[in-house]
């Protein structure tokens, strides 16, 4: 199985920037969707963004659109979230995964990495 793993949390204020990446150990990598999602306290994990391996389609959720993006290296098997204009409710544990195909749901969750904001 594939092992990720993130990178590039840290504490912020609001209205700063991060940029997380994401590291696949893999050779040779092809998969065909990789996603990033978070998880506040208290609350479920939930859906930031996601990107097609090869075609670069991409995905966001509603609550980053237009302040984060999503882009991958395949040369060097890393997915990286550049997030912009981050706001208190940023604040969560982020995680990586991967889709193999599309017949399979995200896997290879990686440790995580905590983005905290604050006001």
């Known amino acids: 199985q594939v092992q990720l793993v993130e990178s590039g949390g840290g504490l912020v204020q609001a209205g700063d920037s991060l940029t997380l990446t994401c590291a696949a150990s893999?050779?040779?990598?092809?998969?065909?969707?990789m996603g990033w999602f978070r998880q506040a306290p208290g609350k479920d994990r939930e859906f930031v963004a996601s990107?097609?391996?090869?075609?670069?389609?991409?995905e966001y959720a509603e609550s980053v659109k237009g302040r984060f993006t999503i882009s991958r290296d395949n040369a060097k098997n890393t997915m990286t979230l550049q997030m912009n204009s981050l706001k208190p409710e940023d604040t969560a544990v982020y995680y990586c995964?991967?889709?193999?195909?599309?017949?399979?749901?995200?896997?290879?969750w990686g440790q995580g990495t905590q983005v905290t904001v604050s006001s």
């Open positions: 990107i097609e391996w090869f075609s670069g389609g991409i």
């Open positions: 995964a991967v889709r193999s195909s599309r017949r399979r749901d995200y896997e290879g």
């Open positions: 893999e050779r040779p990598f092809s998969p065909y969707r």
